[in-house]
């Protein structure tokens, strides 16, 4: 277990753990802060030993955003070109790895996409959302314009853009934005078990190519879809993942299915 620019990473079997932890920020995010963080979750995609991610927060916040000292500086003399600072921040959306976001507490703009850009969330009870972007004077930053409406529907995503409203878990939950409400005490061994079930029972190649999908075939028409799938089933027949998971069903076994690298 280790802490470099604000971010704690630990391993418990197959499954790692990034913690946002910088209590004198409330977890705020610096650039070190984020370049870390995305190297962490590519560095769990390429470890054949990992098969799911938690990330959470340290404390009694999520991340609520950009550091506001950043900000000012940004405000002070804004840079003259763009970063791509934005593949870090969504790093969880182009690893293979699954990725299961904890969120105990605050979570606001920077740290809002950081949820929005996991695969599944878990939310501690109580705990505080906002986009916050339009109170900041900002835009809708790191993709959160496409990632958000297809989480809640164009709709509820518009109003949480423009509106930079702040709402809780429970609505998220009703939103559709989190897939899991659970007392604050139990949001760690929730998220965590569910991890280690995707880890335990799902082949690590299925989840990488299923995420592939989710971003691909949800923009072409569905007989498009469909063909793009089916070229893929094909080809998975003939991978040793389908006579592991065949065999371990049979033999009423767990799976031993091979990393996806």
């Known amino acids: 277990m280790s802490t470099v620019d604000g971010v704690r990473y630990e391993t418990d079997g197959a499954v790692a753990t990034c913690t946002f932890d910088k209590p004198d920020r409330s977890n705020a995010m610096d650039v070190p802060m984020q370049a870390r963080y ?7 995609d390429a470890d054949p030993e990992i098969r799911a991610v938690v990330v959470t927060g340290a404390g009694r916040a999520f991340c ?3 550091d506001l000292g950043l900000l000012d500086t940004i405000a002070a003399g804004p840079p003259v070109e763009g970063g791509e600072n934005f593949r870090d921040v969504l790093a969880a959306a182009s690893v293979g790895v699954p990725v299961v976001a904890a969120i105990n507490g605050g979570c606001a703009g920077l740290g809002f996409v950081i949820a929005c850009s996991a695969d599944v969330r878990f939310a501690a009870a109580g705990a505080k959302f906002t986009t916050a972007f339009a109170r900041r004077g900002l835009i809708a930053e790191y993709g959160i314009a496409k990632l958000l409406p297809e989480l809640v529907g164009q709709g509820r995503a518009r109003d949480l853009l423009l509106s930079g409203r702040t ?8 939103y559709g934005l989190v897939q899991e409400v659970v007392p604050a005490g139990e949001l760690a061994s929730s998220a965590h078990g ?3 079930e995707l880890a335990t029972h799902s082949a690590p190649r299925s989840m990488a190519v299923m995420k592939q999908q989710f971003a691909r075939e949800a923009l072409l028409p569905l007989p498009e879809a469909a063909r ?3 070229e893929l089933m094909i080809e998975s027949f003939g991978r040793p993942e389908l ?3 065949l065999a371990s069903w049979n033999e009423r076994r767990p799976p031993r299915f091979p990393p996806h690298r």
Do not use: K, M, V, W
């Open 194 to 196: 569910y991890a280690s």
């Open 228 to 230: 793009s799938a089916t």
């Open 64 to 66: 609520p955003g950009a």
């Open 243 to 245: 006579a592991e998971g």
């Open 38 to 44: 995305g190297a962490l979750l590519r560095q769990a």
């Open 167 to 174: 709402f809780t878990a429970e609505q998220a939950l009703d």
